[in-house]
């Protein structure tokens, strides 16, 4: 149980598109998911939390205008990162907290975002 | 503002050996810290959680303890093995909702 799914896995695209990355809660109901990039041997930075049927709240330092959060159900949340540049290049982690375990987080298995 | 350092940030042991790795953190008021293993190029898998009333828990050859006044935490692993190798990371839960503040994490090798 408790499985977290991201899609896609990969992504490569070009400078100035747009790319969307979904994070799905397969065998629970996630009121509260959030958004974490990794850059190459650093560690884990929130971005944002994202609150089903709510704005999301981002963290200091990240663009709300850029990164795109919208948690329309209780089991998908998705991010858009808008007009991407090089710079955006990173992993990119959901994790999803089952509304029955308040205390617990479940990650999905990340998606690796290359803008060239 | 809570800060997590987890040391060393690397460690390259042969098989078998017992291991202790470290975690501490700055504001003791924590709800829970939870140790992650990370294989490369992938997401997060939960090793142990321990809860802010907890001094540890065990999970087959893992350990944790905890000791939040002195805001430290340690994972000990028993009679390491090659699968053993991966990061490793510390995240602490201190302001409540789930926020989690990682640390850098601890690059662990296990050679045969």
């Not at chain 1, 540049?85 to 479940?106: G, L, M, N, T």
């Amino acid at each position: 149980g408790a499985v977290v799914s991201q899609h896609p896995s990969r992504v490569i695209c070009k400078s100035g598109t747009s790319v969307k990355i979904e994070c799905r809660s397969l065998d629970f109901q996630a009121t509260t998911m959030f958004w974490y990039r990794q850059f190459p041997k650093q560690s884990l930075m929130l971005m944002a939390t994202s609150n089903e049927g709510s704005k999301a709240t981002y963290e200091q330092g990240v663009e709300k205008d850029k990164f795109l959060i919208n948690h329309a159900s209780l089991t998908l949340s998705t991010l858009t990162v808008t007009s991407a540049h090089p710079e955006d290049s990173s992993f990119y982690i959901c994790s999803a907290r089952d509304r029955s375990k308040p205390y617990e987080q479940y990650f999905g298995p990340g998606t690796r975002l290359t803008v060239t | 503002k809570q800060e997590v350092t987890q040391i060393p940030a690397a460690l390259s042991v042969p098989e078998g050996e017992n291991l202790v790795l470290n975690c501490s953190f700055t504001d003791s008021a924590i709800y829970n810290l939870q140790w992650f293993r990370q294989d490369p190029g992938k997401g997060l898998t939960s090793l142990l959680l321990i809860q802010s009333s907890q001094r540890e828990q065990t999970s087959g050859r893992l350990n944790a303890s905890l000791d939040k006044s002195s805001g430290r935490s340690t994972l000990y692993i028993a009679a390491s093995q090659p699968g053993d190798s991966a990061t490793y990371l510390c995240a602490v839960n201190s302001g409540g909702y789930n926020k989690l503040i990682f640390g850098a994490g601890t690059r662990l090798a296990v050679h045969p």
